[in-house]
């Protein structure tokens, strides 16, 4: 792509009391509710945005019209029928699955709208089909890393709504000195520091909470220096730079 350019990110930090503005659906406000838009297009109503529950408040009753994922980032929730997802849990939901969250005692989400994606047809841990729901620390699951018919040297991963286009959501862990090829993005790729530190191909350093987006046509690489849990969510597959176009992007693994 000729309008490719060097590392365009923005970067967003859950903990950022003051990005968060009260949070509305049809114009009504809902008490106890407030979200930071990271993604997020009311238009197409798709993309991602930090929610935050208020001690003993609870969300709107509604059915998801389209595929829908939350990441608990911090606190606990419940559903109408007494399921409890916590810390590290990703809850992925298909179309026409109604929910009602209810939440005790404070909670933090990350939300992940998607145009076409439903979630798996078959949970890990729950009996509902329609509610597929995995650990970030089930580590036990996760599997080596491959890109570019390659493996990714102390990076393994955890596909979670992957579609089997390079589209959907993951977690990953990155065991120094580990790094990601030089690439460019095709379509939006977003990534949550859930644990540990990570840093991009200029040095610039992202820790524990911070969430990073990248446009299409942005080109990097990013290593870890210190244990890393990732969650990431991806538009479109990535593109390998060849070895000429990936040389300003070449990032140390120490």
């Known amino acids: 792509m000729t309008n490719s350019q060097p590392s365009t990110r923005t970067v967003f930090n859950f903990k950022d009391e003051s990005a968060y503005i009260q949070y509305e ?8 509710v407030r ?21 003993d408040s609870k969300s709107f009753k509604h059915d998801h019209l389209r595929g829908e994922e939350f990441l608990v980032l911090e606190g606990k929730i ?8 916590s810390r590290g849990d990703f809850v992925a939901l298909t179309p026409a699955t109604p929910l009602i969250s209810n939440c005790e005692d404070g909670a933090t989400l990350l939300c ?29 699951s996760y599997v080596q890393f491959l890109a570019y018919g390659a493996p990714y040297p102390n990076v393994t991963w955890l596909p979670l709504t992957m579609d089997g286009t390079g589209a959907g959501s993951y ?25 540990g530190s990570f840093r991009d191909f200029d040095g610039t350093k992202f820790d524990e909470g911070d969430f990073i987006v990248y446009p299409p046509g942005t080109r990097h690489s990013s290593y870890a220096s210190e244990s890393t849990l990732l969650f990431v969510s991806m538009g479109s597959p990535n593109k390998r730079l060849g070895p000429e176009e990936a040389k300003p992007f070449e990032s140390p693994t120490s």
């Open 78 to 85: 419940r559903d109408q029928v007494g399921r409890e997802y």
């Open 171 to 195: 977690f990953a862990s990155y065991q120094p000195p580990a790094r990601s090829m030089p690439h460019e993005h095709q379509g939006y790729e977003e990534f949550l520091i859930f644990e």
């Open 35 to 55: 979200w930071m838009p990271l993604s997020y297009s009311s238009y197409r109503n798709e993309g991602t945005f930090f929610l935050r529950l208020a001690s």
């Open 112 to 140: 992940v709208i998607r145009a076409k994606k439903d979630a798996p047809a078959k949970s890990a841990t729950l009996s509902n089909p329609s509610i597929f729901c995995q650990n970030a620390h089930n580590f036990e």
């Open 25 to 32: 659906q049809s114009g009504i406000a809902k008490e106890g």
